[in-house]
């Protein structure tokens, strides 16, 4: 049935072949910042995840109500409302991560992939695709942050999820948990991918992707977006 | 004129609906835990001193509970048990992050630490948490108000969050000392 | 005094983008050339020291209704209106400057730095001079990351890169080797 095949399509698309962070490239703050822990990197995906969806089911649903004109501004404040809402939810019942979170939980607003989300896709389509579009774009984000915590992890503090890896334990590579480490792990991994990818670096990248497409107004020539 | 008007109008809507609605989570959800003796609280003063029945030096003249801190920068709240001679205090430090540490630091009735127990780590993780490591806390027991913090050695690469660990600890003993008979009569 | 030392902790010991990783999407995305690069740190630092100006009373306001957590609806909602007034107000009134700097605005809705900014100054309790003055700094910080960046890029473009690394993960690499250089200034202040 062609319709249950672009249904899993939305959904797939989001893990590997679009993956936010390692593909198109949104969403770099959050990936470098919490993946100094596996276990924080699982957590910051899930949330985002979370107001992913919920962002799309309601901007989907209010795509004929909000005008043009304003509609950054709206998508903004409904993306907003949902963070504030999930870091209530884990101030409540997961206090640890909220911590180890700290300011990131806030900055999921203007995680670019969000608002490109919703600006690209799920302003222009039904319900149910929108939601399987949140739900595929949040967990191949969450699974890439997943890869990049377990190897910093790993590297730089000799353990893996909370348990110790017995020979590395004794003697990490403390600069995997520091900021440059976080750089030269998403490099390595951004063009792991690329060479199993087999694709031509630089990836292609679209004004499609871009959350400023239309307010742009920019010819392609003129984009200063990097790598299009 | 329609058209001007519309857009902003949405927008405001918007907003006002989103910000009723946090609202309303946040009443029905909030539950304010200043002057209370939480599970956590307690288990953290059973983590260092056993099994107990800890309350909170609550502040008499107040309406509300506040909790008593003898206007200590840092100290959220003192507590004893009901022989008076175990005492924790409660305090927020900063360490690398603002207010990172917030540990209860056990006071004996020497007037040196007991033990600590973490409420919450705010910390850079694997780095600035390794302060949480038993071989860390296990030199800050004994300090007392005659202790050189500069005596005890700070954790590689945790050297802020040590140091704020070393603070506390000289608050903790400090305050004690100096109001030792308060704290024994409450 | 502590004003200066929240200046050159903001610029150099905490540099918003090499050790606090906010801003990194047009870090690696306006950095290629110095023109654009010095253009984007501009807008940056102007549209900071306004944003913090803005929603620094926005907080208060918020405080004295008792509702701080509605602080990340007011403040991106501050930024975006401020952004949307700024753009149109240079179009009418400086359009030479519009065609320089203009393009830049839209995007700096969505960098996380100038939300991040806003955010910290509350969470460091700040007063208000001592904001607009981390507000500054910050900008400065991401200014100079960029425009430094722009130099090592320039170097890069030119060598013999494998072709894996070619692009986007040699510009990682080399921004993860700038970050190890500033964490030199780690022990600047005891």
Not at chain 2, 60 to 79: L, Q
Not at chain 2, 162 to 180: D, F, N, P
Not at chain 3, 89 to 112: E, Q, R, S
Not at chain 3, 176 to 185: A, H, K, N, W
């Amino acid at each position: 049935m062609p319709e249950n095949k672009s249904s899993m399509h939305e959904f797939t698309k989001g893990l590997i072949k679009e993956n936010p962070t390692l593909v198109t490239l949104l969403g770099m703050c959050p990936t470098l910042a919490v993946t100094t822990m596996a276990v924080n990197g699982i957590g910051m995906g899930l949330a985002t995840t979370f107001v992913l969806v919920c962002s799309n089911i309601v901007i989907s649903l209010l795509k004929n109500v909000i005008p043009k004109a304003v509609r950054l501004p709206c998508f903004i404040v409904i993306i907003a409302g949902f963070v504030t809402l999930i870091s209530f939810i884990l101030q409540g019942y997961f206090p640890a991560l909220y911590s180890a979170l700290g300011i990131f939980l806030s900055l999921i607003t203007v995680n670019c992939i969000i608002l490109g989300r919703a600006e690209a896709f799920a302003s222009k389509n039904k319900l149910l695709p929108s939601i399987l579009d949140g739900l595929g774009m949040g967990l191949g984000f969450t699974l890439s942050l997943f890869v990049m915590g377990s190897l910093r992890e790993i590297f730089g503090s000799g353990s893996w999820l909370g348990f110790k890896i017995p020979v590395i334990s004794s003697n990490p590579v403390l600069i995997f948990i520091m900021p440059a480490g976080g750089f030269f792990v998403l490099g390595c991994i951004i063009a792991m991918v690329n060479k199993i990818a087999n694709r031509k670096p630089p990836a292609e990248i679209s004004c499609s992707n871009c959350p400023n497409a239309e307010m742009c107004g920019q010819t392609k020539e003129d984009c200063t977006r990097e790598d299009k | 004129m329609k058209n001007n008007i519309i857009p902003p109008l949405v927008l405001t809507i918007i907003c006002i609906v989103v910000s009723g609605l946090l609202v309303f989570a946040h009443n029905q959800t909030y539950v304010d835990t200043t002057g209370v003796m939480t599970d956590e609280l307690k288990a953290g003063c059973e983590d260092v001193f056993g099994k107990g029945e800890y309350e909170m030096l609550l502040d008499k003249n107040a309406d509300t509970k506040t909790p008593v801190t003898f206007d200590v920068d840092g100290v959220v709240s003192v507590i004893t048990d009901s022989t008076k001679e175990k005492c924790l205090v409660e305090i927020e430090e900063d360490g690398y992050s603002k207010g990172g540490l917030h540990v209860l630091i056990g006071v004996n009735k020497d007037g040196a630490v007991e033990g600590i127990s973490f409420i919450e780590c705010g910390e850079t993780p694997g780095l600035g948490t390794k302060v949480k490591e038993k071989s860390f806390l296990d030199t800050l027991v004994g300090f007392d108000t005659n202790t050189n913090p500069d005596d005890i050695d700070n954790v590689t690469s945790a050297t802020y969050s040590s140091k704020g660990m070393k603070s506390a600890c000289k608050k903790a003993v400090k305050l004690y000392s100096e109001h030792k008979e308060e704290i024994t009569n409450a | 005094m502590k004003l200066i030392i929240i200046l050159i902790t903001a610029v150099f010991v905490n540099n918003i983008v090499l050790s606090q990783f906010m801003g990194i999407c047009p870090f690696l995305g306006v950095s290629k050339q110095l023109k654009s690069s010095v253009g984007m740190g501009g807008a940056v630092i102007f549209v900071m020291v306004c944003a913090t100006a803005c929603t620094y009373p926005v907080y208060k306001l918020l405080e004295l209704a008792k509702v701080e957590y509605l602080q990340t609806v007011a403040f991106i909602l501050v930024i975006a209106l401020f952004v949307q007034l700024v753009e149109i107000v240079l179009k009418k009134t400086m359009p030479p400057l519009y065609k320089a700097l203009g393009v830049y605005l839209p995007l700096i809705t969505t960098n996380c730095a100038v939300l991040g900014v806003t955010i910290s100054n509350i969470d460091n309790s700040y007063t208000f001079v001592q904001s607009i003055v981390n507000a500054l700094g910050t900008g400065l910080a991401f200014t100079l990351a960029l425009v430094l960046f722009s130099g090592v890029r320039a170097r890069i473009a030119d060598s013999d890169i494998p072709e894996t690394f070619k692009g986007v993960p040699a510009t990682l690499v080399a921004a993860s080797i700038v970050s190890l250089s500033f964490m030199g200034f780690g022990g600047l202040f005891s």
